[in-house]
């Protein structure tokens, strides 16, 4: 059974920073790009930030520069670093594992993250 479980969301002031989890079980974890994704109010899913099974990342505009995403292949882990938060980062933040090869794709339930002061 595969499973994806986000931790580390919640209430965050704007300028403050918040590290996002996400352990992966029943996948073999190095052939999977990894991502997270998010979905604000009243907005579609968009892409935030992935990195492939031999570390290419890629960033989406809006949080270029203030988050950091990482993966331990030893703890079948990804990692989204978000800092400078702002208020437009209000979203359900969504793991996501996709195989580099064959069409499988796996979310988590989302965690949520609300930037307000």
């Known amino acids: 059974q595969v499973q994806l479980v986000e931790s580390g969301g919640g209430l965050v002031q704007p300028g403050g920073s918040l590290r996002l989890s996400c352990a992966a079980s029943?996948?073999?974890?190095?052939?999977?790009?990894m991502g997270w994704y998010r979905q604000g109010p009243g907005k579609e899913r968009e892409s935030v930030a992935t990195?492939?099974?031999?570390?290419?990342?890629n960033y989406g505009d809006s949080v270029k520069g203030r988050f950091t995403i990482s993966r331990d292949n030893a703890q079948n882990t990804i990692y989204l670093q978000m800092n400078s938060l702002e208020p437009e980062d209000t979203a359900v933040y969504y793991c996501n594992a996709r195989h580099t090869i064959f069409t499988l794709n796996y979310w988590g339930q989302g965690t949520q993250v609300t930037v307000s002061s």
């Open positions: 990195v492939n099974n031999v570390g290419i990342i």
């Open positions: 029943g996948i073999t974890f190095s052939s999977f790009t």
